[in-house]
Structure formats: C-alpha cells, structure tokens
C-alpha cells in the first residue's frame, strides 16, 4: 500500500565533508529534473565550509532533513528513551575515568556507545521519511558510512556509492606512515591486530594499523567493520555507479565484486559534456566573467593545501609549507607568457583565505572544476581526482608530486607527465607552452585514452536514474 500511496521515491544523500558535497551535488541537481525523483540531504558532520554547502542547498532549494548540530534525538524512536537515558549514564561515568592509562578504554567504550546510538536513530530517520534509496560519495572506515549502510540494510532498502575518488593501501600507507596512533608496534594495536588482522598492512619494513585498537576494535564488535579496511570503500553496499572504465577496473583489482559496480558516467561529465559541445561561447563566457583574453590559451590549477608537516622532518622537501610551494607555482605559471592562468580551489578552501594568489597575477575561478576543465588547455594538479576529469576532456596533465608519493595511477596515460622536482616542472611546463609540436602529441595521447576515463556522451544522468528506478522498482 506504501508504494502505492507514494508519488515519488525518496533518495536520501549523505555528505560527511566538503569532497563528498562536491561529489553528490551535481547528482542531486540532476535528480530533481526527474518528476519520480525527491532528492534529501542529510549532513552527517560539520566541515569547514559546511556553511557554504548549506547556502547552496538553500540557493538550489534541495531539502535538507538534518543539518549538523540540529539534535538527532528527534529521531530516536518514543520506546528507546530508557536506553538513552541509561547511554546518557553510562557516558557520564565513562568520561570521569581520572587515569591517562585508562583513556583507551575510555575512547573504545564512548565509541561503541555512539555508533550504536546513531544507528537506531538513523533507522527511526529512514523509517520515518519513508526513504526508498540511501546514497553515499563513499565507504570510508573512519567515518561512520558503515551505520547508515547497515540502518539502510535494517529498513530493506538499498544503499549506491558515488564514489569521487578510488584508492588502495599505499595512499592511506603513506598518510599514516609516521603517525604514532597507526604503528603496528604498539600494545594495543599489536594486541587486537593479532586477532584481527585484516587491520593491519605493511610496506618498506613499516607495519600499521589502518585505525587504532580503541576505534577499530568498536566497528568490529558492532559488525560495521569492512571486509577490507585498507581498501577506501571496502563495505556492504550494494552498488557502486563509477564514472569511468578506469574506475570500475581499479574497484576489481582491490576485490570489489564486478557485477555490483556499474559504469554509469556522473552528472559532473555530462555538464563537462554539455561546455564542450558549446566550448566557444562558454570560454569566451569564462573570460568575460574573468576580464581574461578570450583568444590565449589557459592553464588551470587544481590547488589543494598539502600538509607538509604530515611526515614530520622524515622527507627532504623541497617547500617546507603551502604558502611557499603555492608561490612558487604561480609565480612560475604568470611568468609564461601569452597565457591564463586560472586556479580552481579544492573545495576544503575558503576563498577569502586564499585570494592573496591573485596578487601575484592569476585568477581564481568561482565555477566547480568540472565547469572550468574543459575550457583549459593544460591542467596541473598535485595528486587528486580531477585529474580523471582533465583526461576524460583530452587535457594534458602536469602531476606536481611535491610530496613524492611516486603514484602509478594514471602511467597509461601518455598525456600525463608527473614530476618532483622545480627543474622538472618548469622543464615540462617550457615544453608544454613553447613547443607546439610536444602540445599537439601530448593532446593526442590524451585523447587515446580520454573515453578509458571518462564517459562524456551526455546520458549518464539517464543511466544514473534507470539503475535508481530498477533499484526500486
């Protein structure tokens, strides 16, 4: 009787930071031009500009069923008040515990008191709403997705990764590597990896844990733990709509089950797909907006707040912060002439903090990267995702690895050039800008490989929404 009732099926997203609102939004735009469709927005957490996303929910006028620090209580089903009241008990106990050497345990039992609470809430939320489909940018261990996948399992309903980005061990390796809380060597972490041992993951002689005992040991003793905690993604769901052959290929080789990933394309291609059946008037658009010359070619930067202090003083950097290794490049780019060199913010970044870089000659564009990718000519980034998005649309891609992480990710690529050192990149750059030969090559090889990376034929929206009404149908 319920499905009768119901005009449309409720899609409920949920963002937990700003790459992940960045990753959904477009999808959730997209889902409103479908009638049967009534897109709802959870937000599971505060990030630093969360108060922008919410302003754009506002301005889209997307609903928004939980913004973060609105109490989730209200969601906590009438019958289950004495169980929060004897949690609320057993929290103000747990939070006198006066010994550092008891602060473990302390964090191991908060832990699972909140994951717990959370779940039953967010089933009441699911039951409540009467949602049809719960959907996520990612699976990610140290966020608590695992709760809503297994709330949306609890309701019989479907959960679908949308996933920004894919990556294996040796990223979250690299991050962690020199971090006290991950080391395997620890008693705790040694102690509860010895029984779990999925948890723990070794390279170049140094043994980790992905989480420390404390927040790994609650997820497993609550069955929110993945399959593979060192794998981003790694979890119960049950699809996963990628953008890309590229994408679905890496998913198989980290063990995901082939038929539960699709090749769909994302709503982010289709508009890259609709400025480039019209590049002409929407550059000379960007320039207008800009005040740029619309006849010079543009370098666009993907620029992201890299944390040079993450490995301590254990790597021979060549920047010893952002500000330096961020001058350094602009500086180099605007000194090359008879070119625009746009910058595109990560969306962690605020603008007002940022603005500076336009002192020094370049323009920091106010569009999503996806709108300004495919109207630049050369696109540099340090290691992110967008540089899918740069090969998709033929661009060829300067990788600044700064921080040496030497990924192999997009080798196949030949338009592609990843480089560490200043001499290097102001090589390839001269190569790049002044040899027109080299330019024309590198867009060549590109294009050999754009369609592997990305599907920029319009209808991935229409693939999107035939696999959501199947879902649910």
């Known amino acids: ?16 930071l700003d790459t992940m609102f960045k990753v959904l939004e477009p999808n959730i735009k997209k889902l409103q031009e479908f009638p049967n469709f009534t897109p709802l927005v959870f937000f599971a957490s505060k990030y630093e500009n969360y108060d922008r996303d919410i302003e754009i929910c506002e301005f889209e006028r997307y609903e ?6 609105e109490p989730l209580q209200k969601f906590t089903p009438p019958g289950n008040q004495k169980i929060s009241n004897v949690r609320v008990s057993i929290r103000k106990i747990i939070k006198i515990f006066p010994f550092p050497m008891l602060w473990r345990i302390r964090t191991l039992l908060l832990t699972i008191i909140g994951l717990h609470k959370k779940l039953i809430e967010i089933i009441f939320l699911i039951r409540s709403h009467e949602i049809d489909i719960l959907i996520l940018a990612g699976d990610i261990v140290h966020y608590d997705t695992s709760v809503f996948i297994k709330a949306a399992h609890s309701c019989n309903i479907c959960t679908v990764i949308i996933p920004g980005w894919v990556s294996g061990p040796h990223e979250h390796w690299d991050v962690f590597k020199y971090n006290p809380e991950h080391q395997g060597s620890k008693f705790s972490n040694r102690v509860y990896s010895f029984f779990f041992p999925k948890w723990i993951y070794e390279e170049q002689g140094i043994r980790l844990v992905r989480l420390p005992a404390e927040l790994a040991l609650p997820r497993e003793l609550l069955r929110l733990a993945p399959p593979k905690p060192w794998v981003v993604h790694s979890g119960y769901w049950d699809l996963m709509l990628v953008e890309s052959e590229y994408a679905r290929d890496y998913c198989i080789r980290d063990g995901f089950n082939p038929e539960k990933i699709i090749v769909t394309g994302s709503a982010a291609q289709d508009k890259m797909a609709e400025i480039l059946d019209k590049f002409l008037d929407n550059k000379v658009e960007l320039s207008t907006e800009l005040k740029i010359n619309a006849d010079l070619p543009i370098i666009l930067v993907g620029l992201n707040e890299i944390d040079f202090n993450m490995h301590g003083d254990m790597l021979d950097l060549l920047f010893r912060n952002n500000l330096e290794y961020t001058e350094f490049l602009i500086k180099t780019l605007v000194s090359i002439p008879r070119h625009s060199i746009l910058i595109s913010l990560h969306p962690s970044m605020v603008y007002e903090k940022h603005k500076y870089i336009e002192k020094w000659g370049a323009k920091i564009v106010h569009k999503k990267t996806f709108e300004s990718m495919p109207l630049c000519d050369i696109y540099i980034a340090n290691i992110s995702s967008t540089i899918n998005w740069a090969i998709a649309c033929g661009k060829p891609v300067i990788i600044y690895d700064v921080m040496c992480s030497r990924s192999t990710d997009w080798d196949m690529a030949k338009g592609v050039f990843r480089i560490e050192s200043k001499a290097e990149f102001n090589q390839i750059l001269t190569k790049l800008t002044k040899d027109q030969k080299f330019f024309m090559d590198a867009c060549t090889n590109q294009a050999e490989s754009a369609h592997y990376f990305g599907v920029l034929d319009g209808k991935a929206g229409e693939r999107m929404m035939n696999v959501l009404n199947n879902l649910t149908s």
């Open 1 to 16: 009787m319920r499905n009768i009732i119901k005009k449309t099926k409720k899609v409920l997203f949920v963002i937990h």
């Open 64 to 69: 928004v069923i939980h913004s973060y620090g």
